[in-house]
């Protein structure tokens, strides 16, 4: 913005008139075009007068160029930030494709009008324009060269591939004609991973085929809280297979619950790596492993006490009291990962809420904590909706062990009669809905509360 001249010297109230000019050129070029818009049309649309735009431009073309300056800005900016603290370059090409169909999604209109109005631009314009698409797609050769320093893919023409790269994101705004209703951007992001990983041939005997959602989880580091219950070491099992970084914090007494588990305090299998936690979590101790592992990209809680026996049991007296615990530390967490995912633009928030079977521990802090984590979804949700950070919430009823629990032999037949569906849940029925919370497919889904429950 600062090649354009400018009679006003307070630079903020610059930065902030330019910025009206340029939503009102944006809109009025998309829905009128560049010539029969007039300089008196886009002063009005940007609530100034006639003359005082002068004051900021000097000419449509000075506009047309501000346009490009920022939305050039705008993808530099996201692009960066989509891989900061990555290591996987693969990693870094997904996340700059969809970051990508991010910024094509919120400007649309606009990317349209450069591709189709760039001739307007002549001169010192042009080149300037022509040097901020050279930096856009120097950025992709720079991940496609670590690609090829790792092995993980031939040597090539890197600005061919970049710019062959570029081109099948951009259709998706340029071809929106043709491809609207006949594709989702969902699928048209795992296609362009999928052509540049596998190509368009038919697969190899004996190489499992891709599919519209195999992959998007691969790479991503997830941070599981209270991962000594049940659902805890499950999910952490499961999302481990699947290619995820699980890094799982345990409460100081889930020793407790070997018996039931399996798990020990210490010894989770790699690749989940626990983090042993004797003061809670802390902004400090995120900081540490995010710095060690890299930006979490999943945050999921259990705010349950894994009830797996008989009330009176000592060990389930004892795991009474981490009712609160848990809720106070996914509150303070809220706010930590409400930052950070925040500013990143991207992430997934989901809360478990206590199993039906925790009812049996503490009626009263058992519905007291199942509250607060719905509550926590939905405050959450609506203030992070705008950065494409998914929060949600899942609710499980009356779930099985692998081995059958001490409390659902004692109680689990008299249960069926309160379940709609006439039997007890599974514990892939509850992994199944976390899946779904955390891939791409859910990626306008936030703010719901899914009840695991077979309509109880």
């Known amino acids: 913005m600062v090649d354009i001249p400018t009679t006003i010297k307070n630079r903020e109230l610059v930065e902030r008139r330019r910025r009206q000019i340029i939503l009102a050129g944006i809109k009025l070029f998309a829905s009128h075009g560049f010539h029969k818009t007039t300089l008196k049309d886009l002063a009005e649309e940007a609530g100034l007068s006639y003359g005082n735009i002068y004051d900021y431009v000097g000419s449509k073309e000075d506009i047309f160029f501000l346009i490009h300056d920022f939305l050039a800005g705008s993808a530099m900016e996201i692009l960066n930030r989509s891989i900061e603290d990555i290591q996987d370059p693969v990693e870094k090409l997904r996340r700059m494709i969809h970051s990508e169909f991010n910024l094509m999604d919120q400007w649309a209109d606009a990317l349209l009008l450069i591709y189709q109005e760039s001739h307007i631009l002549k001169g010192t314009f042009l080149k300037k324009l022509l040097e901020k ?157 995010e710095n060690e592992f890299g930006p979490v990209d999943i945050y999921l809680h259990d705010l349950g006490v894994g009830t797996t026996d008989m009330p009176d049991a000592p060990v389930m007296k004892e795991a009474a009291d981490d009712f609160g615990n848990n809720l106070r530390l996914a509150q303070d967490l809220a706010s930590c990962f409400k930052h950070r995912m925040g500013e990143r633009g991207l992430g997934r928030i989901v809360y478990i809420a206590p199993w039906a079977w925790d009812a049996y521990t503490d009626a009263v802090r058992f519905e007291v904590v199942k509250a607060g984590a719905v509550a926590l979804t939905r405050s959450l949700s609506r203030q992070l909706a705008a950065a494409s950070v998914n929060v949600n919430c899942i609710v499980p009823g009356y779930i099985r062990g692998v081995r059958p629990l001490k409390i659902e032999k004692a109680l689990g037949r008299k249960l069926l009669e309160e379940i709609p569906s006439g039997r007890l849940g599974e514990i892939s029925d509850v992994l199944e809905t976390v899946l779904f919370t955390i891939r791409d497919a859910s990626k306008y889904l936030t703010g719901q509360v899914f009840h695991v429950t077979g309509g109880q």
């Open 133 to 289: 698409e050279r930096a856009h797609l120097e950025m992709f050769e720079s991940v496609l060269n670590e690609c090829m320093a790792r092995g993980q893919m031939p040597p090539c023409n890197l600005r061919l591939a970049s710019n062959l790269i570029k081109s099948m994101i951009d259709a998706w705004t340029i071809k929106r004609w043709d491809l609207r209703g006949h594709s989702t951007r969902l699928e048209a992001e795992h296609s362009i991973m999928d052509i540049i990983s596998h190509g368009l041939l038919a697969p190899v005997k004996g190489v499992p085929a891709s599919g519209p959602d195999t992959g998007s989880l691969m790479g991503k580091t997830a941070l599981m809280v209270n991962a000594g219950t049940l659902l805890g070491q499950a999910v952490c099992s499961d999302l481990t297979a699947r290619g995820v970084r699980v890094i799982a914090q345990v409460n100081r007494h889930d020793a407790r619950l070997q018996s039931s588990t399996g798990m020990q305090t210490g010894a989770v299998c790699e690749p989940v790596l626990l983090v042993d936690d004797t003061d809670g979590l802390t902004a400090t101790r995120i900081d540490r492993i």
